[in-house]
């Protein structure tokens, strides 16, 4: 057996078996990450971005309901977006209704009046009413919130919840809830109802057809 002794001093490089002393742990790097704005930048802010246009509201009770949303719908807008709808269907409904005869018992009587509305032509042509008027407000409404009237007054109907564009089945439901009292029974009650609580409620000034559909109407740039 060899008694040589290994050389003094310290092992070579080429040493398998050599213990090489542990490079210290690297710390990670300091500064900004890549891509990030330089110091000083007006981007550079300790507050959190406010949330993207079309998810507000967060829903009722919140610390600030209001956060995040579009300025809401001046209400003589809302007024005059509504007056243009009105006028776009009452028009042509006024050409269709020469033959089915119900101008000719119309008079000045309320009773007469509301007597136009029963039986044979003139009920027919109050379901023709009621779907024209329910069925222009749901299609324009689920397609981008947007009636004709609100495109040109710059308004639009949105979820309270997240501010999408309401489905088929909540502008169902808001046009339904909006003009069929009105075109049944209570013609200038009903919309001065709507238009009462639309002043008075808060924070989102909504109308009866707004509450059951959990809607609110917001000021476009478009």
Not at 95 to 110: H, K, N, S
Not at 111 to 123: M, P
Request: include cysteine; aromatic fraction near 8%.
């Amino acid at each position: 057996m060899s008694t040589d002794q290994p050389p003094p001093g310290p092992p070579p490089d080429d040493d398998p078996f050599a213990k090489r002393p542990q490079e210290p742990p690297r710390e990670p790097p300091y500064g900004p990450p890549p891509g990030s704005p330089p110091p000083g930048s007006p981007y550079d802010s300790p507050y959190p971005p406010p949330p993207p246009y079309g998810g507000y509201g967060g829903g009722y009770g919140g610390t600030d309901p209001l956060s995040g949303m579009p300025p809401l719908a001046e209400t003589g807008r809302r007024i005059l977006a509504r007056l243009v709808d009105w006028a776009i269907i009452a028009v042509p409904l006024a050409i269709i209704g020469i033959p089915f005869d119900i101008y000719d018992r119309a008079t000045v009587d309320g009773d007469d009046f509301q007597a136009t509305w029963t039986g044979g032509g003139q009920l027919v042509f109050q379901l023709l009413t009621i779907v024209a008027y329910v069925t222009y407000d749901t299609v324009l409404t689920a397609k981008n919130g947007q009636t004709l009237g609100k495109r040109l007054m710059k308004l639009r109907v949105a979820m309270l919840n997240d501010g999408s564009t309401p489905p088929m089945s909540q502008s169902l439901l808001r046009a339904v809830v909006l003009w069929l009292p009105a075109l049944i029974c209570c013609a200038c009650l009903w919309p001065l109802l709507i238009l009462i609580l639309i002043l008075v409620d808060k924070p989102y000034k909504q109308g009866l057809h707004d509450k059951a559909a959990k809607t609110v109407v917001v000021t476009v740039a478009r």
